[in-house]
């Protein structure tokens, strides 16, 4: 598959994603929904795993233009986030929530992108969690690839890479637990949803939809 058709399905879904991502948060000035427990509040604020919560956009980018070589993973991958930008911002506007964050002082770089990060993002649009959505759609992506089977570090690298961001919205304060509960749920929810879709786009703008997986490596 030529790497610019898979820039520009990248492009489409960060542009829709972010661009309705980023209007919602404008638009929707009222909390309404306090997922706030006993349990969120345990959690220790740890501004280092800033650098695993902004690891995701250059993840996807990676993943997708150079370790996705089939194009029907491929396909599948970019339908289930479509799937879930959808998703995620019809929750935003039916639950809107926003997290209460705490005010620190910021003595190291870690605290000041977190901080910078709270200066760009404000704290609603948290049910359920973008970051933990696609964080999972990636690691399963991974975990069907022709890649992740001739190299199966990759499962266990990409599995804790997820956990790894799930967590890092945890402890920076971006976002309650149900959030990514959900977020992980959606991801897989989204990922076999997509298959007919899937199988039905191919039908459409390829003449081997039906061919086996193994085909579709070297595109």
Known sequence: MPQATKLRYILVMMVLYLGGYIWIQAAITTHKFDFLTTYDMAIPFMPQFVWIYHSI???ILITMMLLV??????YNTFWAAMIATIILNVSYVAFPSFYPREVFEVATLSEA???????????????????????????LGMWNSITAVKHSYLRRLYLLWAIGVSLSTLVLKQHYIVDVVSGALLAAACFYLAKPITSLYMKLVTSDADAPLKRTVSE
């Not at 990060?117 to 690691?139: E, K, M, Y």
């Open 69 to 74: 070589h089939s194009r029907q993973l491929f």
């Open 113 to 139: 992108i977190v901080e910078w990060t709270r200066q760009i993002d404000a704290s609603n649009n948290t049910f359920p969690s973008g970051h933990v959505t696609f964080s999972w759609l990636l690691c």
């Open 57 to 59: 956009l250059p993840a």
